[in-house]
């Protein structure tokens, strides 16, 4: 036997466990495991838990905060439009050294699965083709799927059909979309559809940015999930942001959540950039402009978190750690109750694996699956979100790829004696 993580608390099990680790696979799992394994990590009764999954990033665009401008206004219009001038100045190397970098703040983290979207207009495919070899070394660590983004538009930006059937042509696994931002309704609706024939001739997955607008009138999930019901793809449609939500009538909500449920649509919801990008046009009160996640969850409808942006003309901050999004959603979407807080950790965990395409046969801390796992300096998923806690271990398939040693602070004021100050309660 390669390892065993002694003491562990896993959900789901009421007594702390062992985890029995052996060929990169979890062999057993049981209160007191006797064989003697090579190695022994004491996790002394902290939490293990399956490996967080960024459903929503942009690789491309990240740490290109500032360059060339800041986003003064902070709306999302003025991001693509600084983005849009940023990227005419992608070279592989420099693509190359941003994305690395974020990849590897995610796997700090404990992230083992990214979903990137990767701008496409742009007639050189830079990202694209950078972002691709990204992908490869770091397969078997981070697994990376890249979605064919048209950030200018399929229909308003030149040659966006071509571009996107090139971009799925040199490797991008997901087609995307972003019907809000065509020139016309009808524009929208045919992106939306352009978007399932690719799908559709690839045999691909779909992801696309939806409705991110405080507008009422942007309805195209409602294109969306009913184009997935028509053509057989529930399961494999992911609609991104669908901010508009927030701003609908409760009757079009109703409706539209149901229509979304029947589509099997999953949701991908992105606090960090939406909390700042949403409501500018507004004075007061400010509408949040947020998608319905409460409601979405409780109609049944799997919702993960998005990392989005680090550090670009959309939003300014991150790390690449996931939980700490989730700190953010649980202020954002006011999921403080004591049962909607372990919910929320669903929602970095569990749901964006699955939308991702994990079954449990590959993802969880069960018996036979690959040993991808994360040790973190808290007891409960409750504590991990208050303290955003260290990841002290990161293991995939059963080898340790990150280890965190958590800082450590003193109180030491003149005549007092040193005293080491612990913010676990
Ligand atoms: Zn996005």
């Given at each position: 036997?390669?390892l065993i993580l002694?003491?562990a608390?896993?959900?789901?099990?009421?007594?702390?466990?062992?985890?029995?680790?052996?060929?990169?696979?979890?062999?057993?799992?049981a209160?007191?495991?006797?064989?003697?394994?090579?190695?022994?990590?004491?996790?002394?009764?902290k939490?293990v838990?399956?490996p967080f999954?960024?459903?929503h990033?942009?690789?491309?665009?990240?740490?290109?905060?500032?360059q060339?401008?800041?986003?003064?206004?902070g709306?999302?219009i003025e991001?693509?439009?600084?983005w849009?001038?940023r990227?005419?100045?992608?070279?592989?190397?420099?693509?190359k050294r941003?994305?690395?970098?974020?990849?590897?703040?995610?796997?700090?983290h404990?992230?083992?699965?990214i979903?990137?979207?990767?701008?496409v207009?742009?007639?050189?495919?830079?990202?694209?083709?950078?972002?691709?070899?990204?992908?490869?070394e770091?397969?078997?660590?981070?697994?990376?799927?890249?979605?064919a983004f048209?950030q200018?538009?399929i229909?308003?930006?030149p040659?966006?059909?071509?571009?996107?059937?090139?971009a799925?042509?040199?490797?991008?696994d997901?087609?995307?979309?972003?019907?809000?931002?065509?020139?016309?309704?009808d524009d929208g609706?045919?992106?939306?559809?352009?978007?399932c024939?690719l799908?559709q001739?690839?045999?691909?997955?779909?992801?696309?940015?939806?409705?991110?607008?405080d507008?009422p009138?942007?309805?195209?999930t409602e294109?969306?999930?009913a184009?997935?019901?028509k053509?057989?793809?529930s399961?494999?449609v992911?609609?991104?942001?669908t901010?508009?939500m927030?701003s609908?009538?409760?009757a079009?909500?109703?409706?539209?959540?149901?229509?979304?449920?029947?589509?099997g649509?999953h949701?991908?919801t992105n606090?960090?950039?939406?909390?700042?990008?949403?409501g500018?046009?507004?004075?007061y009160?400010k509408r949040?402009?947020?998608?319905?996640?409460?409601?979405?969850?409780?109609?049944g409808v799997?919702?993960?978190?998005?990392?989005?942006?680090?550090?670009?003309?959309?939003?300014?901050?991150g790390v690449?750690?996931?939980?700490?999004?989730?700190?953010?959603?649980?202020?954002?979407?006011?999921m403080s109750?004591a049962t909607?807080?372990?919910?929320?950790?669903?929602?970095i965990?569990t749901?964006?694996?699955?939308?991702?395409?994990?079954?449990?046969?590959?993802y969880?801390?069960?018996?036979?699956n690959?040993?991808?796992?994360?040790?973190?300096?808290?007891e409960t998923?409750f504590d991990?979100?208050?303290?955003?806690?260290?990841?002290l271990?990161?293991?995939?398939n059963?080898?340790?790829?990150a280890?965190?040693t958590?800082?450590?602070?003193?109180?030491?004021?003149?005549?007092?004696?040193?005293?080491?100050i612990d913010?676990r309660?």
């Open positions: 036997m390669d002694r003491n608390r896993i959900r789901g099990h009421d007594k702390n466990v062992d985890i029995a680790v052996n060929d990169g696979l979890i062999t057993k799992i209160p007191k495991i006797t064989t003697r394994p090579r190695q022994v990590i004491d996790c002394a009764g939490l838990s399956p999954t960024d459903i990033v942009h690789l491309d665009a990240v740490l290109t905060v500032g060339p401008r800041f986003n003064q206004t709306t999302l991001g693509i439009e600084i849009a001038e990227k005419k100045t992608l070279t592989f190397d420099d693509v941003r994305a690395t970098l974020a990849v590897k703040w995610e796997l700090a404990g992230v083992t699965r979903r990137s979207h990767v701008d207009c742009d007639p050189d495919l830079t990202a694209v083709k950078t972002l691709l070899e990204v992908k490869k770091f397969a078997g660590l981070v697994d990376l799927q890249l979605v048209p200018d538009g229909y308003a930006f040659k966006g059909e071509r571009l996107m059937k090139q799925m042509e040199l490797g991008c997901i087609v995307g979309g972003i019907p809000h931002h065509e020139m016309t309704r609706v045919a992106d939306v559809k352009f978007a024939d799908a001739q690839f045999q691909a997955k779909l992801d696309l940015h939806i409705d991110e607008t507008d009138h942007s309805r195209f294109v969306l999930a184009e997935t019901i053509r057989g793809l399961g494999r992911t609609a991104s942001h901010t508009s927030h609908v009538d409760n079009y909500a109703f409706k539209l959540i149901r229509l979304i449920k029947r589509a649509l949701m991908v606090p960090c950039d939406n909390s700042v990008l949403q500018r046009f507004d004075t009160p949040r402009g947020h998608t319905r996640v409460k409601e979405l969850l409780a109609a799997n919702v993960g978190i998005g990392h989005d942006s680090i550090m670009d003309p959309w939003y300014p901050l690449g750690d996931p939980v700490q999004v989730a700190f953010v959603w649980i202020h954002y979407g006011q109750g909607e807080i372990p919910q929320v950790w669903d929602m965990t749901n964006p694996a699955r939308a991702f395409g994990a079954t449990d046969k590959t969880g801390i069960i018996v036979g690959p040993a991808d796992l994360v040790l973190l300096d808290a998923e991990a979100l208050r303290r955003i806690a260290p990841r271990l990161v293991i995939r059963g080898q340790i790829v280890r965190t958590p800082s450590e602070t003193v109180l030491c004021p003149k005549g007092w004696k040193k005293e080491a913010f309660i």
